[in-house]
């Protein structure tokens, strides 16, 4: 990785929201970050990156699809995996680096085969789909040892971004969670991974817990005709990063400790245990590749008390690039995040709109996950509350694909009160594209 001037770089910008007056005796300040990237899709260079002119950094992508035997149930399933790669190929940019990965109880490498990627051309193209063809459905599932093999292929080519996406369509019955969780310790830093279930004999926490450690995305394709236009939006998506590898750096004064940090847009994803520390008193939590995109982070900071009319930096945001070196590379961005003591009642006890918001989103996650664990216990009368507070959330909050959602498992009696009464029969794709998708959120109105 090499380090670029400012000017050959997506430009990141940091806000701060925060209402930051504490009481006599306050010590918690909440504050929302928003990083935004702009600027990236017409550079020829970026962060740490190797590059094609005008073709944006290089990147490798490892495809990772289900071959095990229930992908034959039915037959139209393989189809449709085959046809949704060979699109995810057709959209690959000049130059990429990339292989498919065939998933059973074992791993095998489909194209191009010898332990190395391909780099994307029309020819290459052409092979990739070729051998697409052979793919037949047979085995068991151990997704584990697809990730490890992903990881082997990705290191081996000198690029800037290493990207994933893996479909599979059952659960991971041929390898203990432990094998799964330690292959996803492993790669975790490595590559980011998209995870997609196909069909309704998956696990959600399964591939959500994937793209969870690997800082990718989750959906689900209930209908396998729907997978060649999902596979092509996230090749896209992952064509259009600039820049891997971004953390969150956070330095807090003597003193002072982080509670909390999680994204809370356009998911939710706690990264309070990912912290690596950076020095002293500062420590980096990882973000992932970015395009031309903004997050939203809440991050909740604990001060020592202090008396009114005093002020205090409570933590500084930047943001940065490891290097091979051991260095980081300073993307230029930083916020503040304060804390002033008063006696104005108003003032130290209102709670910034961006703060509100986004605790009551990542409190509609955790209603809806919470809600559909107690349904599927038995326990009717706490999934009716859980489920019912989520609906009164999702209202409140203008989250309306979330709403839509829970209106397919509840019926909505008052979605102001959260008044709800559980379906008595519920399809099973639309309970787990609930569960799948209840960590999406939307941005605070404006």
Known sequence: MANFSKSNVPQFSVDVYQNEYLPDGGREVNAIVTVTSTGGGTLGSAVGASYAPGRGPSAGVAIMVDCSGSMDYPPTKMRNARDATAAAIDTLRDGTHFAVVGGTHVAKEVYPGGGRLAVADRTTREQAKQALRRLSAGGGTAIGTWLRLADRLLSSADVAIRHGILLTDGRNEHESPEDLRAA?????????????????????????????????????????????????????????????????????????????????????????????????????????????????????????????????????????????????????????????????????????????????????????????????????????????????????????????????????????????????KVAEADEMTLETRSTKTVRVKK
């Open 184 to 424: 996803l310790d492993s790669c975790a830093g490595r590559f980011t991974c998209d995870a997609r279930g196909v069909g309704t004999d998956w696990e959600v926490k399964e591939v959500t817990g994937i793209a969870s450690a690997l800082l990718g995305t989750a959906d689900i394709v209930a209908d396998p005709a729907g997978l060649a236009a999902d596979f092509t939006q996230m090749m896209e998506t992952a064509m259009g990063k600039e820049v891997a590898d971004v953390a969150l750096r956070l330095w807090t004064p003597v003193g002072t400790t982080i509670k909390f940090v999680k994204q809370v847009a356009p998911t939710v994803e706690q990264l309070t245990d990912r912290r690596t520390e950076a020095g002293p008193r500062a420590g980096d939590y990882p973000t992932g590749s970015w395009g031309d995109e903004s997050r939203d982070y809440h991050v909740c900071v604990e001060v020592p008390s202090a008396g009114l009319g005093q002020e205090m930096l409570a933590a500084r945001v930047s943001l940065v690039v490891p290097q091979p070196d051991g260095s980081v590379q300073n993307l230029g961005a930083q916020g503040l995040i304060r804390a002033v003591w008063t006696d104005d009642m108003a003032a130290s006890t209102s709670i910034n709109p961006q703060v509100a918001h986004y605790t009551g989103q990542a409190e509609l996650a955790q209603a809806i996950q919470q809600g559909l664990d107690l349904r599927k216990a038995g326990d009717m009368d706490g999934a009716t509350a859980k489920l019912g507070r989520a609906v009164q959330l999702a209202s409140a909050s203008g989250n309306a694909d979330t709403a839509k959602l829970l209106a397919k498992v509840v019926d909505v009696v008052d979605a102001t009160t959260g008044t709800v009464r559980l379906k008595a």
